[in-house]
């Protein structure tokens, strides 16, 4: 870790925009100070009406999930290797890093409450719940083991604010489209930075990288919002938003097995060098999961029924 922060902090110009270039909320929604927002205010709540139960639920669980972030910003400070004393280049990509994905929060935050159609207290107070209750996703302080899971996690966001969008779109809200559209944007160019940060990691220490990947595979990936509770309830709040995403296609189990293949390809994981014999079997394993995991997804059946949520105004 120590020894690519240098070139960490040269990439973080390659995979972060400057702040003087890149979009805010405040450009893409609405001001009270406008003219016209009145107008545009009535124009947002009448396309608003449009959205299907199921895809309210999935946009306001992104949005819990985006806004989440000091959680995850205070999580990749606690790596081994990131000193935010002196401020190294691992430093300095995580602060740009979280700087860039509060936006996605701010904007999706402010569409809901411009919407009309969502319980903004029940989704402030999960927010709340989402941040105090914190996350598990068995990584440790190992920067092996979180810059696996972040180039997994990162690709599953982009997917689903990416099928969000298009949705939106079919739903006839161009305005929702696009915010999504963007956001998902950003989480591509951040899922091809921490996947980047691997691809340095398997040139100098290939063996204990790969290691990590089988390790955090076996595990399974879960993802940051999987602690999600509305008031009044303890559990099944995360399941119950999956269940929604599952019917309407925007993040399912085949997606878990396709972004595991684009992994193991980019990474060129099958012809990997300078393996020991516990890298070659940790190699085997996830080479043949995605084959095991399709089987099992080809066999789960998504509940029909909707779950009815607190966030949802009837």
Avoid at 39 to 51: G, P, R
Avoid at 272 to 283: C, F, S, T, V, Y
């Amino acid at each position: 870790m120590l020894h690519l922060a240098p070139s960490v902090e040269k990439l973080s110009v390659e995979f972060l925009k400057p702040v003087e270039t890149n979009w805010q909320a405040s450009e893409l929604l609405p001001l009270t100070s406008d003219k016209t927002f009145i107008a545009d205010f009535k124009t947002i709540q009448e396309q608003a009406q449009n959205l299907s139960y199921d895809l309210l639920v999935v946009l306001v669980a992104d949005t819990i999930t985006e806004e989440a972030l000091p959680t995850y910003e205070s999580w990749l400070t606690g790596m081994q290797g990131v000193d935010h004393t002196t401020n190294n280049g691992w430093m300095k990509w995580v602060r740009g890093w979280a700087a860039e994905e509060n936006r996605h929060g701010d904007v999706l935050n402010r569409y809901l409450y411009l919407c009309g159609r969502i319980d903004m207290r029940e989704f402030e107070a999960s927010t709340q719940f989402l941040i105090a209750d914190g996350l598990n996703i068995q990584t440790g302080a190992d920067p092996y083991r979180n810059f696996i899971y972040t180039s997994f996690q990162e690709l599953a966001t982009n997917l689903s604010h990416r099928r969000v969008a298009t949705l939106a779109k079919q739903q006839g809200n161009a305005l929702l489209s696009k915010l999504c559209g963007l956001v998902a944007a950003d989480e591509a160019r951040h899922a091809k930075a921490y996947k980047t940060f691997v691809e340095k990691i398997l040139e100098i220490d290939p063996n204990e990288m790969i290691l990590a990947f089988e390790d955090m595979m076996r595990k399974k990936i879960v993802m940051p919002a999987h602690y999600m509770r509305e008031l009044g309830e303890k559990m099944n709040t995360y399941a119950n938003f999956s269940d929604a995403a599952q019917r309407l296609g925007v993040y399912t189990s085949m997606d878990y097995v396709d972004i595991l293949r684009s992994l193991l390809e980019d990474w060129n994981i099958d012809s990997l060098k300078g393996l020991k014999e516990n890298g070659e079997k940790a190699r085997d394993y996830l080479m043949t999961l995605p084959d095991r995991l399709q089987r099992i997804a080809d066999r789960i059946k998504i509940p029909e029924t909707e779950h009815k949520f607190n966030w949802i105004l009837a």
